[in-house]
Structures are given as structure tokens and as C-alpha cells.
T-cell receptor
Framework: GQNIDQPTEMTATEGAIVQINCTYQTSGFNGLFWYQQHAGEAPTFLSYNVLDGLEEKGRFSSFLSRSKGYSYLLLKELQMKDSASYLCAVRRNSSYKLIFGSGTRLLVRP | DTGVSQDPRHKITKRGQNVTFRCDPI?????LYWYRQTLGQGPEFLTY????????KSRLLSDRFSAERPKGSFSTLEIQRTEQGDSAMYLC?????????????FGPGTRLTVL
């Protein structure tokens, strides 16, 4: 089966850096996605990793270690609008569906 | 707006009634997915289509749930004899083969409340 773990909640200060971790256990790994979801809204795509290493996209970066079953999402220069849930999801070779973790609710304080 | 659209946005029904939701994917997206999300949880996969073919269905999906995508464009999700446990946000997403990551784009969801 699959198991995806993320912290339930995190709090950070505006302007700071926060790292949201995700660990997973799955067979036939074929990519890891990060999505952002504001309360009451649809998830929006942030990043994708399929090879080990860091992918940087503006203030957001995502890292993957396939051997450790580990990823993190790094958010720099936090803004109040970054307060949202951040969802980690994996895709397997056998399917295009995404398997989501429960999400990490991030609160950015002034 | 050329994103994924869903209708209705909200649905309140009584236990035992049937409900049907519609999803219109992004134009030219050949894959369409249905997920269900409850408060404090991530989306849970229900089923997905490649064009008009339903390729995968979650084992969690009971026989009361059925989905169609008759012409490979819009899709409908029907829930028969609704139960209170069906109350959730039903999300639709679409993706296109050949895109960089085959990432899924989500619609705004249909919030179902079963009384």
C-alpha cells in the first residue's frame, strides 16, 4: 500500500523561511507533487519532482530523495497569503491518479 | 475562464436521495479525475478516465457511485441513495498527456451535504 506523512500544522512568521516535510512509502514511484490549497478553494499545482535533488521556482523550492522516501517544500520570504494547506502527493508507475497526504496547514503570522 | 468547472458548487440533499454532479475539464485535456475531500484531509481518489474510457476505480467506491464521460469531454458523477457519510467536497481534475509533468488541474469542487 501507500503511506504519506506530513505534519498537521505549522506556524511561521512573515518574511521567514519554512520547510514542510513529507515522507512516503510506495512501490513503483513515479513522481511527487506539491499542491497549495486555500480554505474553501481548489488545490493548485506548485511543484513536481521525479529525480533526486532540488527544484526551484521563485520563492518555492521542492526537494526529493527517492532512496529515503522523503521530500520537502521550502517557502522563502513568507507572505500572509501563503497561509494555506500544502498537500504532498505521489504518483505510481501503474496509474495517473495522485495519492495525497492529509496536508499541512501553514499559518503565517505578522 | 478556461479552467476546470464544476456544477453545482453546493448541494444539500436528504438521505436516500440521488445526486448528480457535472465536471467540465480544460479543453483538450484527455484525462479526467474525481476525488473526494473531507475536512482536514487530502483529496481521496475515486476514479479516472482517459478520453471516454474509465480506466481505474477506487475500491473504496461503493456500487452507489457511478461516473461517466460519454464523449470524452465532460463527466458526471452520480451517487445513489445518499448517506450522511457521503457528505464531502467532490473535486474534479483534468490533465493532458504531453504536458511537462502531466500535472492535474483542479476545479472548485461540489460541496455535498447529506441531511
Amino acid at each position: 500500500g501507500q503511506n504519506i506523512d506530513q505534519p498537521t500544522e505549522m506556524t511561521a512568521t512573515e518574511g521567514a523561511i519554512v520547510q514542510i516535510n513529507c515522507t512516503y512509502q510506495t512501490s513503483g514511484f513515479n513522481g511527487l507533487f506539491w499542491y497549495q490549497q486555500h480554505a474553501g478553494e481548489a488545490p493548485t499545482f506548485l511543484s513536481y519532482n521525479v529525480l533526486d535533488g532540488l527544484e526551484e521556482k521563485g520563492r518555492f523550492s521542492s526537494f526529493l530523495s527517492r532512496s529515503k522516501g522523503y521530500s520537502y517544500l521550502l517557502l522563502k520570504e513568507l507572505q500572509m497569503k501563503d497561509s494555506a494547506s500544502y498537500l504532498c502527493a505521489v504518483r505510481r508507475n501503474s496509474s495517473y491518479k495522485l495519492i495525497f497526504g492529509s496536508g499541512t496547514r501553514l499559518l503565517v503570522r505578522p | 475562464d478556461t479552467g476546470v468547472s464544476q456544477d453545482p458548487r453546493h448541494k444539500i440533499t436528504k438521505r436516500g436521495q440521488n445526486v448528480t454532479f457535472r465536471c467540465d475539464p480544460i479543453s483538450e485535456h484527455n484525462r479526467l479525475y474525481w476525488y473526494r475531500q473531507t475536512l482536514g484531509q487530502g483529496p481521496e481518489f475515486l476514479t479516472y478516465f482517459q478520453n471516454e474510457a474509465q480506466l481505474e476505480k477506487s475500491r473504496l467506491l461503493s456500487d452507489r457511485f457511478s461516473a461517466e464521460r460519454p464523449k470524452g469531454s465532460f463527466s458526471t458523477l452520480e451517487i445513489q441513495r445518499t448517506e450522511q457519510g457521503d457528505s464531502a467536497m467532490y473535486l474534479c481534475a483534468s490533465s493532458r498527456d504531453g504536458s511537462s509533468y502531466n500535472e492535474q488541474f483542479f476545479g472548485p469542487g461540489t460541496r455535498l451535504t447529506v441531511l
